[in-house]
Structures are given as structure tokens and as C-alpha cells.
């Protein structure tokens, strides 16, 4: 039973437009969110998290929305940078340090 | 930057052999973490310590996966007998506590033959 989903495994976007990763979560019970950025050989490397109690959180860039009631998180990139093109995993935690990820979605940007 | 180590990066070995890999946390870090990555899977994650005391294994295949922190610099994965469905990208992530995010090693790409 897959608790985090990211239903699109690849978007394309043209630089300079704005990307938006999309992920649905069926537990309720999670309060934590984050979103991870993986290079090809590298890690993933931590982009930028929401609390529950939140519904938005901004930096930079990037922008996290989260719809408790559609149980629904995405991530917004504004403009996209070629930089950006990676793959973008979604996790979740309930009330722990322990994270459920989703499968990833593959961004490309076009410059 | 602090950044979590690990080795080897990549191993290629025969099934049936014992396979180790290791993982130097974040210096200050109290809970370690190891995940597979499969394109099938995902990033799934097998165990986590915190202070050096494993919390949680219940992802980790008991019969042939061990996980142990022989000190706080030093956390080790190993697979005694591999078999190819092992073959996988294994990562080591260090943290401290919600609200601060794990980092992430580069992994270690293992290959079963």
C-alpha cells in the first residue's frame, strides 16, 4: 500500500515558466512534509518541508502548498532554471523521524 | 559543508557472497538511516538508529540483513548471502529531529551477479 504518491513520473517544463510537482498522501495522520531534489549519482538532497499546521511555505524560488482535506502537497517552481531538471520525491512523516517517500517525478527543463 | 559518507560507491560481487557497506553520519547527528532505492520501490528505508540504538528494522529482510552502529561515526549494512535481488542503490541519511531534514550520502550502487 503505497502512502505517498506521485502519480506523474516525468513533466517537462520551458525555462523560465513555472513547474508544479504534485503529491497525494492517504494517512491522515501525517503532520510533516518535505521535498527532496536527486542529481544522476548523487543523493537527494533536501529542498524545503511544511508543517500540518501550515498550508504554505516559501523560499525562494520554490513553493510548497498543502491541501490537508484533499490530502493533496505540491511544489511550485518559479521561473524553472535548466539547474532544476531532476527528480523531485515527496515524503511524508507522522510525528517521528521516519519518512514514507513517494516514486519521484523526473523534471526536465527545456531551456 | 558536512556531508554523510559513504562507502564503497559501487560494488560488484557473485551471489553468495558477504557484502558491506558503511556510512560516516553527519558529525553531531543522532539518528542514522538506511534506504534501498529500486525503480520498482522507490526509496524504501530498511533501519534507523538514534543514538546509536536501533529503532526500527521492520524494512530490512532479517535472514540476511544486518544493520549495526559500532560507534557514532560508524554505521554498517551488511548482506550475508547476497543474492541478485539484492542489486539495488543502497543510502545512508543522517539527521537530528523533525524539524530538521535527513542528509543524504551519494550511496552505494550494488550490483549482484
Known amino acids: 500500500d503505497q502512502q505517498v504518491k506521485q502519480n506523474s513520473p516525468s513533466l517537462s517544463v520551458q525555462e523560465g515558466r513555472i513547474s508544479i510537482l504534485n503529491c497525494d498522501y492517504t494517512?491522515?495522520?501525517?503532520?510533516?512534509f518535505l521535498w527532496y531534489k536527486k542529481y544522476p549519482a548523487e543523493g537527494p538532497t533536501f529542498l524545503i518541508s511544511?508543517?500540518?499546521?501550515?498550508d504554505k511555505n516559501e523560499d525562494g524560488r520554490f513553493t510548497v502548498f498543502l491541501n490537508k482535506s484533499a490530502k493533496h502537497l505540491s511544489l511550485h517552481i518559479v521561473p524553472s532554471q535548466p539547474g532544476d531538471s531532476a527528480v523531485y520525491f515527496c515524503?511524508?512523516?507522522?510525528?517521528?523521524?521516519?519518512?514514507?517517500f513517494g516514486k519521484g517525478t523526473k523534471l526536465s527543463v527545456i531551456p | 559543508d558536512a556531508r554523510v559518507t559513504q562507502t564503497p560507491r559501487h560494488k560488484v560481487t557473485e551471489m553468495g557472497q558477504e557484502v558491506t557497506m558503511r556510512c560516516q553520519p553527519i558529525?553531531?547527528?543522532?539518528?542514522v538511516f538506511w534506504y534501498r532505492q529500486t525503480m520498482m520501490q522507490g526509496l524504501e528505508l530498511l533501519a534507523y538508529?538514534?543514538?546509536?540504538?536501533?529503532?526500527?528494522d521492520s524494512g530490512m529482510p532479517k535472514d540476511r540483513f544486518s544493520a549495526e552502529m559500532p560507534d557514532a561515526t560508524l554505521a554498517t549494512l551488511k548482506i550475508q548471502p547476497s543474492e541478485p535481488r539484492d542489486s539495488a542503490v543502497y543510502f545512508c541519511?543522517?539527521?537530528?529531529?523533525?524539524?530538521?531534514?535527513?542528509?543524504f550520502g551519494d550511496g552505494t550502487r550494488l550490483s549482484i551477479l
Open positions: 511544511i508543517s500540518s499546521i501550515k
Open positions: 515524503a511524508a512523516s507522522v510525528g517521528s523521524y521516519q519518512l514514507t
Open positions: 494517512n491522515s495522520m501525517f503532520d510533516y
Open positions: 538508529f538514534r543514538n546509536r540504538a536501533p529503532l526500527d
Open positions: 541519511a543522517s539527521g537530528l529531529s523533525i524539524p530538521q531534514p535527513q542528509h
Open positions: 558529525l553531531g547527528h543522532n539518528t
